[in-house]
């Protein structure tokens, strides 16, 4: 089972996402009416009743001793209960397997679990990439359905703060400090 929460932030812009092509095969799912928090992926399992697992997660976060966690999962008992395709301990071997391929992904960038998609998050360099990118990747055994190609562009590192570019220079969000 995965427990995600998440507190929004009205200061901050949201990134600009490049259109990715259309690759042969692809379906497109749209997640976004689990943008309300919190939200619990779970497996299908036999027995386990939404209402168990929403007492489990209340009574586990309710004992924390940390304020800002107990205030965030407040709600948990209201939380919607969602058909999760995969465990945590399956997106993570995933993303490792991308992580350290043993065949060249083209244009491959970077590579994260999105706890919140239940799905990882795979970095390319440029659209034109992502449907040679994702068939090496799922030709390495990764499930297609498991993966969310994204263009991230050329990843560069900047060694001084001053070579960060202005947007990054910034004070954390004040929301965040509340």
Known sequence: MLVVSFVACSHR?????????????EIATDRSALAAAPVAYMK????????????????????RPEAV?????????????????YTLSEL?????RIANPRVRIPGFTGVGTSL????VKVGFTDTASVCAGVA??????????????????????????????AATR????????T
């Open 13 to 25: 812009q949201p990134p600009q996402v490049a259109p990715l092509p259309v690759c042969a095969g």
């Open 44 to 63: 299908a399992s036999a027995g386990t009743s939404p209402t168990l697992v929403r007492e489990t997660i209340y009574q586990t976060y309710a004992a």
């Open 69 to 85: 966690v107990r205030k965030i999962m407040a709600p948990a008992y209201h939380a919607k209960i969602v058909d999760g395709d």
């Open 92 to 96: 993570i071997a995933i993303e490792n």
């Open 116 to 119: 919140f998609l239940n799905r």
């Open 136 to 165: 090496a990747i799922t030709s390495m055994g990764v499930p297609r359905a498991a993966i969310i190609p994204e263009v991230w562009g050329v990843m560069r590192l900047l060694s001084a703060p001053e070579e960060r570019p």
């Open 170 to 177: 910034r004070s954390p969000c004040p929301c965040l400090h």
